[in-house]
């Protein structure tokens, strides 16, 4: 839900991302570069190169893989502040031993080789077998910035022979990014297209692969910035700020994988979420009464088709006022929820940054006695518009405003049983013609007093972190479910994100994946999308083929723009109908897998949606594909994203896999054609995989009674040991962190050409279901089973207990 009106490029910016190197043209813009380094003296946790023209660079290692590197032009390093960066999960960071002869400073780790030129501060990173990965060409420099004051800080290094580029985040193009230029400035990007840019997440984060090997940069630098791969100079990459430091930080693989894992140690991971957040929901702006509320739940009931949560938009407000209630639409808001929630249904309530000038308003009372609102720079509060017209808006990074704004909450949370909030409108928006806050308006930015030029990409970030750190407070002691629109790096800590206000195409179809993958590579799991599209009139074919691409996302949410049409599971009779039920009981199926595969990225930082770029980077088919994904370590699935396809060509990585609907076992390595009419998507796993399926459940936390199934997909001799884990607890609380929980670790390999094992290691307390093992790959039943050395019935579906060790299989 968003502003409306048509989207207009931030015109009033001398330095527009497109006009930037073009007026350095026209113009006598000088590039400044450091002098020749005079002194290297011991900083804190650094070592600090100090040149004759008073630039600093400040050099420390936090690994043997990450380095962190900070450039100050005017020789003020200043304290390091950061929102995003967690230094502290590295103890034992610290300053590099350097050495230095006639031309350069030099320094190692373990993994790492580092030559700084004495003049100029040029950087060239090599590994340990001396291989250059990252090589400066003019490095770091700076100018003037003339239109704000202060400097533009820049940083250009050589595109290496045959180098590809990902990351960045929350960008709707193809993949890779060689040959194309990018923008990060947070901005309500209503019906935003392919090459729109920039969009409403802003994650400065870039992967870089060549010669086999890959390697990361985080620019960690929240003013408004820009990266060049090659587009005004094809053999330079570059990234620059309008403000603030250089300050970024190089992460080594060598593979695309140790290069995400090591960025979520840097930036941090969420925690687990509530096993309801990751089921099916439903929003609309707007479902604007009770009974059309209540309506929609009964449609759920009487269809049969899953869910556990249902969204109020702006409507359920009065007159826009966050925190309140219509009375007239909603008259008994709590007794509504608790009876929802009686039937298996969370409700969710949007809430956004601006509020209503309006005397009398206990927020907008309290903001302005407590001073919790933005200023401008002469002192007056600043004044926008939005929904409820004039509002003022939280100053988010100051600690004391997030204190203040999460202690809103106790109405809707403790009192009325809202489950979760939605930050929409958080970039942040307003209905002027920039469509944000005016660049001079300030910021607290934690004690460190600043412009909006620095605190807009951050805003939302902030805003999140308060909201959530409100619902945790009066949700009563359950996990926190909380999602935003706007972000930068490291608001993952705090919620799950959606890819904004899209259309009903196929063309978003197919950029809602692309999003969501490069969202996730870039450090941002919890994502999906607007399921079938927020603008526009969509149909029955196209709404199914997204529903089916959406539930293999972690966020699924259906969510649209009410004047459109409806769009809840059965709005297009049959056989719609009956394909969106079968798919949405399948993600209910599958929470056994989504929920580990969550476990999993909080543990190791590895991604819950896998590109194939990230699976086998030494691939270089893999280079260019953008539909194919793996959903955790073992399901790989290709959506359907043409009108009128029944199958389509798709490209498995190496190793055997089976298709899921029909067994049917086919190597990777290659291109194939899989056929997937409109009641299927092409879905298969991984050969040698241990997959969890649930019984079907109206909504995630409904007692059901019956086995929890353990499909066991046959490896082959080439696979070796395949291992596969699942991780189950409450679902909701806390108690895992005291043990209640159920870890298991699956071995699978063939021990001869006709003799398959299981081996099964256990952690926790945290009680299972029985288990019934599903064999598929046997070609008929088994010769023999034993289940912890005790025959059982040689038949393709073996009942075992739940707490089951060791599984042979005789074929």
């Known amino acids: 839900m968003s502003d409306s009106n048509e989207d207009k490029s931030l015109e009033n910016d001398t330095f527009e991302k497109e006009n930037y190197m073009d007026s350095k043209k026209k113009e006598e813009v000088l590039d400044l570069f450091p002098g020749r380094v005079k002194e290297i003296a011991a900083g804190e946790g650094c070592k600090v190169l100090v040149c004759d023209n008073k630039v600093k660079l400040a050099v420390s290692a936090l690994s043997d893989e990450i380095l962190h590197f900070r450039f100050a032009p005017d020789g003020h390093l200043g304290d390091g502040f950061s929102y995003a960066a967690m230094p502290e999960n590295f103890p034992d960071r610290g300053a590099p031993e350097m050495t230095e002869d006639e031309e350069f400073v030099h320094f190692s780790t373990n993994s790492l080789q580092v030559k700084i030129s004495l003049q100029g501060l040029l950087l060239t990173i090599s590994d340990s077998e001396g291989n250059v990965m990252s090589e400066d060409e003019k490095g770091f420099h700076w100018e003037g910035n003339r239109a704000f004051g202060g400097n533009i800080v820049q940083y250009s290094r050589r595109i290496q022979p045959r180098e590809h580029f990902y990351g960045l985040g929350d960008k709707s193009c193809h993949p890779e990014i060689r040959g194309r230029r990018f923008e990060l400035w947070g901005s309500d990007t209503y019906a935003y297209g392919s090459e729109t840019d920039p969009l409403y997440k802003n994650i400065p984060f870039f992967i870089g692969i060549h010669h086999g090997q890959a390697y990361g940069i985080f620019f960690d630098n929240t003013h408004r910035s820009f990266f060049d791969f090659g587009k005004e100079r094809k053999e330079t990459s570059s990234f620059w700020a309008q403000g603030g430091l250089m300050d970024f930080y190089y992460i080594h693989g060598p593979t695309v994988r140790d290069v995400v894992r090591r960025f979520a140690q840097l930036t941090g991971v969420p925690e687990l979420p509530p096993l309801w957040s990751l089921g099916f929901h439903q929003c609309k702006w707007s ?114 405003v997030r204190i203040w704004w999460s202690g809103l909450f106790e109405g809707l949370i403790a009192e009325d049983g809202i489950a979760g909030i939605w930050n929409d409108m958080n970039e942040p928006a307003d209905f002027n013609e920039d469509k944000t806050f005016p660049r001079h308006i300030r910021h607290d930015y934690d004690g460190h007093p600043c412009s909006h030029r620095r605190a807009h990409n951050i805003y939302g970030t902030q805003m999140i972190r308060a909201t959530r750190e409100g619902i945790a407070k009066f949700n009563d002691g359950k996990r926190p479910f909380a999602i935003t629109r706007s972000a930068y790096a490291g608001a993952w800590r705090y919620a799950s994100a959606w890819t904004g206000d899209n259309i009903s195409t196929w063309e978003h179809l197919r950029m809602a994946n692309i999003q969501c993958q490069r969202l996730n590579l870039s450090g941002y799991s919890f994502v999906g999308s607007d399921i079938g599209g927020f603008l526009d009139k969509t149909n029955g074919e196209l709404f199914t083929r997204w529903v089916q691409l959406g539930i293999f996302h972690p966020f699924c949410r259906v969510h649209s723009s009410g004047e459109h049409g409806s769009q809840e599971p059965w709005s297009f009779g049959e056989p719609y109908t009956s394909i969106m039920r079968k798919f949405i009981e399948l993600r209910y199926r599958l929470l056994p897998y989504i929920y580990t595969s969550f476990y999993q990225h909080i543990q190791t930082g590895d991604p819950i949606l896998r590109p194939l770029i990230y699976l086998d980077h030494e691939d270089t088919e893999t280079f260019h594909r953008a539909d194919e994904f793996t959903l955790g370590d073992n399901l790989v699935v290709c959506p359907i994203t043409e009108a009128g396809s029944e199958g389509r060509w798709m490209y ?160």
């Open 652 to 811: 498995l990585t190496k190793g055997h896999y089976y298709n899921y609907w029909n067994d049917e076992l086919v190597a990777g390595g290659e291109e194939i054609f899989c056929q997937a009419k409109l009641d299927q998507i092409p879905f298969f796993v991984r050969a040698g995989a241990l997959l969890p399926l649930d019984p079907v459940r109206q909504y995630s936390w409904e007692k059901v009674e019956g086995p929890q199934e353990h499909h066991l997909y046959l490896p082959t001799e080439e696979c070796g040991a395949v291992q596969s884990q699942i991780y189950a607890d409450a679902g909701d609380h806390y108690d895992y962190q005291k043990g209640d929980f159920a870890q298991a670790t699956y071995t699978v390999r063939r021990t001869a050409a006709d003799q398959v094992e299981v081996q099964v290691t256990r952690e926790g307390t945290h009680p299972l279901p029985p288990t019934r093992i599903h064999l598929h790959g046997t070609n008929g039943k088994p010769k023999s089973v034993t289940v912890d050395g005790v025959p059982v019935a040689a038949e393709q579906i073996v009942e075992a207990p739940a707490d089951y060790r060791k599984i042979e299989i005789a074929l």
């Open 287 to 400: 479902y604007k009464t009770e009974k059309e509320f209540t309506d929609l739940a009964q449609g759920f009931l009487d269809n049969r088709i899953p869910c556990d949560a249902l969204y109020v938009d702006i409507d359920y407000m009065d007159g826009y006022r966050c925190f309140t209630w219509n009375l007239e639409s909603f008259p008994k808001p709590g007794e509504m929820i608790r009876k929802l929630e009686a039937k298996g249904f969370k409700t969710v309530a949007i809430i956004d940054p601006g509020i209503k000038v309006d005397p009398g308003y206990f927020v907008y009372d309290e903001g302005v006695a407590g001073d919790h609102f933005c200023r401008q720079m002469d002192g007056d509060i600043y004044t926008g518009k939005v929904w409820p017209g004039d509002c003022h808006f939280p100053d988010f990074t100051k600690p004391s």
